[in-house]
Every structure is written in structure tokens, then in C-alpha cells.
């Protein structure tokens, strides 16, 4: 019933910059907070940076002044703009959303995931 679908992941060199996009779509009636999150090998997810409905962000320190978090309420879109890119920012990221979907005439609440897109920054 509901969908998120990560874009703008590639390869680039050190302090260059690359652009995540992340489209829910589906049986949307709402969504809460949107956020980003990181895994590189052999190490756990962490959160990167998260956006609520109205607009309230929170960044790993890692990321501040460096990352920058926006969404796009009337596109169900999140965005991720990274720049001065590093290499230890190589990682699989993963978009999610804690929203409320709609079946038949009932409401759900849910936390989803992306698939995953790849970022690779070599030095």
C-alpha cells in the first residue's frame, strides 16, 4: 500500500556533493517525521539527519553544516543535499517515514523503509 523509493546515489570524489530524493506514494492519508539513515560494512544503522511535518530537523553530529534535510509535504518527498562529502560517509542510505495510510475506511500507522541507495565517496 505504500511505496518509497530512494534516488540520487552514485559515486564521487572527496568534497564533492551528491543529492538524495525519497518518494512515498500510496494510500497516504499523512506523514509524521521523514529521515535518513546510513549503513557501511561491518557497522550498524545510524540515523543521518530527520525532518518533521513542520519542518523541525535533527542532524548526527557527523553531518552538521555539511548535510542539509528538506521535504516537499504536498510531494510526500524528503531530500538529503550533501556536500563536502567524505569518505567515511560511504554508505548504503535508507529513506524512512512514519506515516498514516488508509485501507478501505481504515487508518493505519506505519514505519517504512526505502530499498537502500549506495553512495561511495573515494579519496
Known amino acids: 500500500q505504500v511505496q518509497l523509493v530512494e534516488s540520487g546515489g552514485g559515486l564521487v570524489q572527496a568534497g564533492g556533493s551528491l543529492r538524495l530524493s525519497c518518494a512515498a506514494s500510496?494510500?497516504?492519508?499523512?506523514?509524521?517525521?521523514m529521515g535518513w539513515y546510513r549503513q557501511a560494512p561491518g557497522k550498524q544503522r545510524e540515523l543521518v539527519a530527520a525532518?518533521?511535518?513542520?519542518?523541525?530537523?535533527n542532524y548526527a553530529d557527523s553531518v552538521k553544516g555539511r548535510f542539509t534535510i528538506s521535504r516537499d509535504n504536498a510531494k510526500n518527498t524528503v531530500y538529503l543535499q550533501m556536500n563536502s562529502l567524505k569518505p567515511e560517509d560511504t554508505a548504503v542510505y535508507y529513506c524512512?517515514?512514519?506515516?498514516?495510510?488508509?485501507?478501505?475506511?481504515?487508518?493505519?500507522?506505519?514505519?517504512?523503509w526505502g530499498q537502500g541507495t549506495q553512495v561511495t565517496v573515494s579519496s
Open positions: 524512512n517515514a512514519e506515516l498514516e495510510y488508509y485501507s478501505g475506511s481504515y487508518y493505519y500507522t506505519g514505519d517504512y
Open positions: 500510496g494510500s497516504i492519508f499523512s506523514i509524521n517525521a
Open positions: 525532518i518533521t511535518s513542520g519542518g523541525n530537523t
